[in-house]
Every structure is written in structure tokens, then in C-alpha cells.
């Protein structure tokens, strides 16, 4: 099936710097990808949407200053998240939408210290 | 504005009990619904896609129901086993995907 991922798969960072994640998928197009924000026991909810060669969508209440997004390929969208606090401190998922149905990497664990 | 409910929100049975998840969502208008699994610090594993226009889909111990006018699905699992405690996530797709805050299911050896 298809295959996303993700890089790096965790990431320890300091406090007021700036961390860059990658979403790929591997072996498909993917006109628009998802990022999606995980904090402990909690669910997944959705940050925004990636759009190839346009600007992305963001859900209310997210920052769009913060967490940049840049979606320059058909298979790599990229989050940024800019000036991170212990706040930050998530597991960040991104997803790509297939001919059927999403495909969700595996995860990035961010910790900010 | 979509919304998913899942209930319960934790689940303790023995092993090789049948049971029930539950999913419920608000707006009926979606293109499918789809049930992952969530081991602590992991992604997403998922495990059955009902498309809008099924009833139901099935995996081995595994099957999913969907009742799209009533807003509802649910997941049963067959003679549960310990390897079955995780975190089972609903999620339906409408433009997006939206997901419930999950059932914790922990099965007792």
C-alpha cells in the first residue's frame, strides 16, 4: 500500500529555536497533504491543510506565524514550527491523501526543552 | 461543524470476551469512515475503511458497521486477546478527516 513518512521521527530542540519536519509520500502524488497535533492521551486534531503550490490552510486557532507549511512538491510538504516553546512539546502526524483514502506517516515526537 | 463521539472512552474486559466500540458523528454527509488503532507513543495503524456507500467491512476478528443516516459505526472485536490493548481511534472524511478522542481498550490476560 502506499507509504508516507516522516523525518525526523523524533526531535529534541531548545527553546526559542526552530524545528522543521518533513512529511514524504513515497510512492504516490500527493496534491494535498494534512498536518495533524497529538498531545498525551489525547486525540489527533487537525493543524492544517497542505496544498501543493498554494498556500495552506489553517484550522481556527492555529497559527499560521508559528507553524509554517510549505508544500513544494507533489511529494514533500514541510512543517515548521518557529520560535518553539515547552508548550510545542507534541506528536505531530501528517497525512496524504491516496486515490481512496489518507495515508498517515508515522510521527514525529517533539520535545522542547 | 463535524463531530465524533466515541464511546466509551475506556474499556477493561477479560481476554477472549467479544466487544463493542462505538462511534457516533453529526454530520452524515461523508465520503467514509475509518477505524485505526494507536499503540502508546506510535502512529496510526490503520484498520477497516467503510466507504459512504458500504455497510459494513470486515478483517479477520475484526468488523466495522456503518450506519451513515444515523451517524453512527461501530467496531467489534471477536474473542479478544491481550495484543488487542491500544487506543482505537474513529475517524470519518468529509473534505477532511475529523477524529473522536478514542476508546482505551485494555484486554486482561
Known amino acids: 500500500g502506499a507509504v508516507v513518512s516522516q523525518h525526523p521521527s523524533w526531535v529534541i530542540c531548545k527553546s526559542g529555536t526552530s524545528v522543521k519536519i518533513e512529511c514524504r509520500s513515497l510512492d504516490f502524488q500527493a496534491t494535498t497533504m494534512f498536518w495533524y497535533r497529538q498531545f498525551p492521551k489525547q486525540s489527533l486534531m487537525l493543524m492544517a491543510t497542505?496544498?501543493?503550490?498554494?498556500?495552506?490552510?489553517?484550522e481556527q486557532g492555529v497559527e499560521k506565524d508559528k507553524f509554517l507549511i510549505n508544500h513544494a512538491s507533489l511529494t514533500l510538504s514541510t512543517l515548521t514550527v518557529t520560535s518553539a516553546h515547552p508548550e510545542d512539546s507534541s506528536f505531530y502526524i501528517c497525512?496524504?491523501?491516496?486515490?481512496?483514502?489518507?495515508?498517515f506517516g508515522p510521527g514525529t515526537r517533539l520535545t522542547v526543552t | 461543524k463535524q463531530e465524533v463521539t466515541q464511546i466509551p472512552a475506556a474499556l477493561s474486559v477479560p481476554e477472549g470476551e467479544n466487544l463493542v466500540l462505538n462511534c457516533s458523528f453529526t454530520d452524515s454527509a461523508i465520503y467514509n469512515l475509518q477505524w485505526f488503532r494507536q499503540d502508546p507513543g506510535k502512529g496510526l495503524t490503520s484498520l477497516l475503511l467503510?466507504?459512504?456507500?458500504?455497510r459494513e467491512q470486515t478483517s479477520g476478528r475484526l468488523n466495522a458497521s456503518l450506519d451513515k443516516s444515523s451517524g453512527r459505526s461501530t467496531l467489534y472485536i471477536a474473542a479478544s486477546q491481550p495484543g488487542d490493548s491500544a487506543t482505537y481511534l474513529c475517524a470519518v472524511r468529509d473534505d477532511k478527516i475529523i477524529f473522536g478522542k478514542g476508546t482505551r481498550l485494555h484486554i486482561l490476560p
Open positions: 497542505s496544498n501543493e503550490g498554494s498556500k495552506a490552510t489553517y
Open positions: 467503510i466507504q459512504s456507500s458500504q
Open positions: 497525512s496524504a491523501n491516496g486515490v481512496v483514502e489518507q495515508y
